[in-house]
């Protein structure tokens, strides 16, 4: 049997790792330590490193370098029990041939099911009539920041065909819209097999699409890609969905450009993050803020869990991992 270390402080272990999947863990695998308390200092999450085969890390775990793998001679597979695998990754397990395996398409989904009901819900503008209706009025039809609008033969525009760009698209398969696409990484014809179109610029996808919805990994060409003059582009009413990262959008640009009262933003992370007490942000009446929880409620982490056993057991049998992550894919992922 392969030994298995969780490499994992208990913050969220239980949430991620239920009972079953625990129990689906030990009747394949030998654990051979973890999870350990919170606030256990890394030496000791990583002691067991010398023995194991398989490492599951998550968030806050200690990140594997050089030093920490010295007596990793038996490391085969490194299974990130959450999305990014930055923080823990570096050269060195590149070095040692050590291969590494990500959750995040598990979070993607819970991701892309909180893009596609927020779609739904703002494009009718259901939490603005929701208000008015609490003030005693009945605000049918009325234009909210623009005329509410169904998806169906719109255009959607997607930044980004990662797991949650991919898992989007979908999702908005049954509902007759027109799916436009921006990334860079991504090639036409591998957009029109995904259901999109192939988008060349910004401007073009902010200028034609009635949603956009952001999901671009943060790398240093990313970072404040998003402009004030892409807003300026949006058609009047439109809906614009961050779920990605706030430092990827220009934000006192986008501000400028809320203040016109043209279309709606739904941002679920912002930055700073959480957004400073005086932030416009928290006061523009077309925002919507929600507390970064688009990937990580209850339900969602139990996915990771699942997900990380299916990946064991596709390892064991020398079959694809659904989320390997490689030092080249690494240098375009978030």
């Known amino acids: 049997m392969k030994r298995v ?17 625990i129990a689906e863990l030990r009747s394949g695998y030998e654990v051979i330590g973890g999870p350990f308390p919170r606030g256990a200092d ?5 002691a067991g490193l010398a023995d194991a085969e398989i490492a599951i890390t998550t968030w806050n775990s200690p990140r594997l370098t050089e030093d920490v793998l010295a007596g990793a001679e038996r490391l085969e597979l490194v299974a990130h029990a959450a999305g990014s695998v930055r923080p823990i990754v570096s050269d060195a397990v590149w070095r040692r041939g050590v291969r590494v395996t990500s959750a995040a398409k598990a979070i993607a989904d819970g991701v892309a099911e909180f893009c596609l009901g927020l779609t739904l819900t703002c494009s009718k503008r259901a939490f603005w009539y929701a208000q008015e ?16 609008f169904e998806i169906y033969r719109r255009n959607v525009g997607i930044i980004g065909a990662g797991y949650v760009g991919r898992k989007f698209i979908e999702l908005l398969r049954p509902f007759g819209c027109f799916v436009l696409l921006y990334d860079p990484y991504c090639d036409s014809a591998e957009a029109k097999r995904l259901g999109a179109e192939k988008i060349e610029t910004l401007e073009e996808l902010f200028s034609r699409s009635q949603v ?12 404040g890609m998003i402009r004030g003059s892409h807003f300026a582009l949006l ?17 006192n640009e986008m501000v400028a450009e809320l203040t016109r009262g043209r279309f709606i933003a739904c941002l679920d992370v912002t ?61 375009r992922m978030a």
């Not at 956009?212 to 970072?223: F, I, N, R």
């Not at 990605?244 to 959008?249: D, I, K, S, T």
């Not at 925002?287 to 996915?303: D, F, Q, W, Y």
């Open 235 to 251: 058609p009047d009413g439109a809906l614009f969905i961050n779920t990605a990262r706030g430092v990827l959008v220009r934000q």
């Open 5 to 21: 270390l969780f490499a994992i402080r208990d913050e969220r272990f239980d949430a991620i790792f239920a009972d079953p999947i």
């Open 271 to 331: 930055d700073p993050e959480p957004p400073r007490l005086d932030d416009p942000l928290r006061r523009l009446p077309n925002v919507l803020l929600t507390p970064h929880e688009a990937g990580s409620i209850k339900e969602n982490l139990r996915r990771i869990g699942e997900l990380i056993v299916a990946e064991l057991d596709a390892y064991l049998k020398g079959e694809p991992l659904v989320g390997e992550v490689t030092a080249e894919r690494l240098a």
């Open 133 to 148: 209706i609490r003030n005693g009025k009945w605000p049918k039809g009325a234009p909210v920041f623009g005329p509410p």
């Open 212 to 223: 956009v919805s952001l999901h671009a990994p943060v790398t240093e060409q990313t970072k």
């Open 42 to 46: 890394d030496k000791a999450v990583v």
